[in-house]
């Protein structure tokens, strides 16, 4: 028994031995050309909003869509192989195009569109979004499903349980790319409860990333010792100052150590910044880009030596598309096209979202007719959500509803005092009017994102400038701030009492404190929000649909009763007349 144990110790000893002598050797005799090479490429998009087919639905025009990021994605992996591309999605897909609407609420038995299409092009993760919470817990609850039975990672780790421990989604996932080992870490917006309805949202909080990101990422590179950490965060770019919980990603660049890349998204604005040591990217919206980082890792005795990443965004022509994905999604594109071009009614008036921002319009007084007419409140708000959009007199069609109405919000009723309906007011006023560039509206020039030239645009976002109906009320955008309204009296010529309460029609997105109209306008406390909410009456759109279905044919009579809706217009005329002036700088360019 002792001299078997002494021969299995001298083997051991001499494999030991072998094995100390071959590693002196390498070290000793290997060169510099031993160093090994790992190319590992990430391509991502971002807030892709459903733009998933190559071609419009109501006539011939092409745009870009996952159909033609497929033809750049395939393309790449053609060239550097599949095994060295990491596809990922940072979210907000699931709103904003028919196509994912019919799946979310039509076609509710079939697999959904989203899935089937990430899948087919092999997407290895999808960041949730904000818009894909707002769709609901019926929508994205399905779509993580099928998405995970396809192989595709679902990441938002800070969603932590509303109840108990843990994070509604994952944190992270380990990849095996390019030969390397690669961690990713996926976060949603951390600013989502002040835009969605809880429901939507239930079961779930929200934090910030930097402190979610910071709690994990150094933990996780002890635990798993990657070669490569990726960080994908449907958070805006941001200043990189800490004081925008809604636009995060510089903010986890600068403060947090370990990471290679940062992925960003949120603001549909395509940037990339790269200091040698991290570098981020955000492609922007629409399948207009695809994003792209090379990283490229040198390895010695299977040890990380050095780290290369080069950034870019690829232009998407909407002229390049994969025939073979086509045809294989051809019979879901005609389902939605010919759910899209369902007739609806007939319209006698011109709707045109350009008019909201000059003054009362047809176009928000339809909006406000229906949410008035649906909740019997006092007064109702609502903007412009479509910048430039046209629905023209004749047959309407279901695709125009999206014209009228892009987002999946639904309708609020709640309750605010006199004084607070005027301080929102005056807040939404604040955004739209008082340029400091010798302008009546507040716009600037801007670099346009396609062209490069300078073009005049809305300093803040167009579907923040609210207006009421309602009221009777003037808009001096010449006052100073804060004493730029001033009401006149109910819709129906009763007095306006500040100390009064009023019932107040509204959308989800701003009942929720999107916006901060309520929070930094009307100065309600986010906490308080909920306890405002006096009834809630189904999504917007629909009551528009609805209200098309019902009156079968809409003229201007129907959407412009003053007795209804009051009348509010910016004072005085030859300031309209600025106004106009500066809305054709705006839009015509």
Known sequence: MKRKTKTIFRASAQVLLAGVITFLLILVFQKPFDTVHHDLRILVTGDVHGKLFDSTYTGQALQPSLQNVAYYVDSIRNAEGEENVLLLDIGDCLQGDNSVYYYNF????????????????????????????????????????????????????????????????????????????????????????????????????????????????NALRKRYRPDVVVLAMHSGTGAGDGTSLENEALDVMNSIQGIDVVVGAHDHSPYIQNNGKVCFLNSGSKAANLGSCLVSVRKRLNRKVSVELDAANIRVSKDKVNPEMLDFFHDDYLKVKDFTLRPVGQLQCLLASRDAYAGMNNYENLVNTVQLQ????????????????????????????????????????????GRQVKDYLEYSYDMWVGGGNGTVLNIAEKADKRTGSQRWSFVDRHYNFDSAAGLVYEVYPLNEKGKRVIIRSMADGSAFDESAVYTVALNSYRASGGGKHLVEGAGISPDSLDSLVQGRFGEIRNLIYDYFCTHTTITADDINDPSLLGSWSFEPAAVRQKIAAELDQVFNY
């Not at 993760?125 to 679902?154: K, Q």
């Not at 309407?396 to 109405?405: G, K, L, S």
């Open 374 to 417: 649906t909740t019997g409140a006092d007064i109702s708000f609502c903007a412009p959500l479509s910048f430039n959009g046209k629905v023209c007199p004749g047959q309407v069609v279901f695709n125009d509803m999206f014209t009228i109405y892009p987002y999946e919000n639904s309708l609020f009723k709640i309750n605010l005092t």
């Open 106 to 217: 039509v076609d509710t038995l079939s697999p959904h569109i989203v899935p089937r299409m990430m899948s087919y092009m092999r997407y290895d993760a999808w960041i949730v979004g904000n818009h894909d919470i707002e769709a609901g817990h019926s929508v994205f609850d399905r779509v993580t499903r099928e998405l995970d039975d396809c192989s595709i990672v679902t990441l938002a780790g800070n969603t932590p349980l509303q109840k108990g421990n843990g994070s509604y989604f994952n944190e992270y996932c380990i990849f095996k790319k390019a030969g390397l080992k690669v961690l990713l870490l996926g976060y949603t917006n951390a600013n989502i409860s002040n835009w969605v309805p809880d429901e939507a949202s239930s079961g779930m909080d929200f934090e910030s990333v930097v402190k979610a990101a910071g709690r994990s990422v």
